[in-house]
C-alpha cells in the first residue's frame, strides 16, 4: 500500500469531510474564500469583480456568474455599482461573512484534531519500536 493510498483511505474513510463543513456548504465555503482572497488582494480593499473572482478561480465567467448567483441567493453576496455607475462589483454581506469565521473555526478544530491523533500514533509507534529494541538487547 503506498502513501498515497493510505493519505485517499485516511480522508474516505476515517475523517467525515461533510461533517466538518456544518455551518455552510463546502462548495460555498470555497467561493467565499476565494472572493475573499480576491478582496484582500484588491487595491481597493473593499470590492471585486467577477472578472478577478473568475480569474483567481481558473474558471469562466459564466460558471463564476452561476455560482455567484446562487451565493446571492442564499444571502451571501450583493451586487453593488460602483461610484462612476460603469461596472458592478461584489460585497460579501454579514451572513456570509459571520458564516464564514463559524466555518473557519470548525476546519481549525478538526485539524487540530487530526494532528493530535497523527502525533498520538506516532507516540504509540514510537513506544513499540524502542519496546521492540530494547527486548532485542
Same mark, same amino acid.
Given at each position: 500500500?503506498?502513501?498515497?493510498?493510505?493519505?485517499?483511505?485516511?480522508?474516505? @474513510?476515517?475523517?467525515?469531510?461533510?461533517?466538518?463543513? #456544518?455551518?455552510? !456548504? &463546502? +462548495?460555498?465555503?470555497?467561493?467565499?474564500?476565494?472572493?475573499?482572497?480576491?478582496?484582500?488582494?484588491?487595491?481597493?480593499?473593499?470590492?471585486?469583480?467577477?472578472?478577478?473572482?473568475?480569474?483567481?478561480?481558473?474558471?469562466?465567467?459564466?460558471?463564476?456568474?452561476?455560482?455567484?448567483?446562487?451565493?446571492?441567493? @442564499?444571502?451571501?453576496?450583493?451586487?453593488?455599482?460602483? #461610484?462612476?455607475? !460603469? &461596472? +458592478?462589483?461584489?460585497?460579501?454581506?454579514?451572513?456570509?461573512?459571520?458564516?464564514?469565521?463559524?466555518?473557519?473555526?470548525?476546519?481549525?478544530?478538526?485539524?487540530?484534531?487530526?494532528?493530535?491523533?497523527?502525533?498520538?500514533?506516532?507516540?504509540?509507534?514510537?513506544?513499540?519500536?524502542?519496546?521492540?529494541?530494547?527486548?532485542?538487547?
Amino acid at each position: 500500500m503506498g502513501a498515497g493510498t493510505s493519505a485517499e483511505e485516511f480522508f474516505l @474513510k476515517s475523517v467525515n469531510v461533510e461533517s466538518i463543513f #456544518e455551518f455552510i !456548504e &463546502r +462548495t460555498d465555503y470555497l467561493f467565499l474564500y476565494s472572493i475573499k482572497e480576491c478582496v484582500e488582494k484588491s487595491d481597493c480593499h473593499e470590492r471585486v469583480y467577477l472578472s478577478e473572482v473568475a480569474e483567481y478561480m481558473k474558471l469562466s465567467i459564466p460558471e463564476t456568474s452561476k455560482m455567484v448567483k446562487s451565493l446571492e441567493n @442564499k444571502g451571501y453576496i450583493i451586487w453593488k455599482l460602483d #461610484e462612476k455607475k !460603469e &461596472r +458592478t462589483y461584489l460585497v460579501l454581506t454579514n451572513k456570509a461573512i459571520e458564516l464564514s469565521n463559524c466555518q473557519k473555526e470548525k476546519m481549525i478544530e478538526a485539524y487540530e484534531k487530526i494532528i493530535s491523533n497523527i502525533q498520538k500514533v506516532r507516540s504509540c509507534v514510537l513506544r513499540k519500536y524502542r519496546l521492540q529494541n530494547f527486548r532485542s538487547c
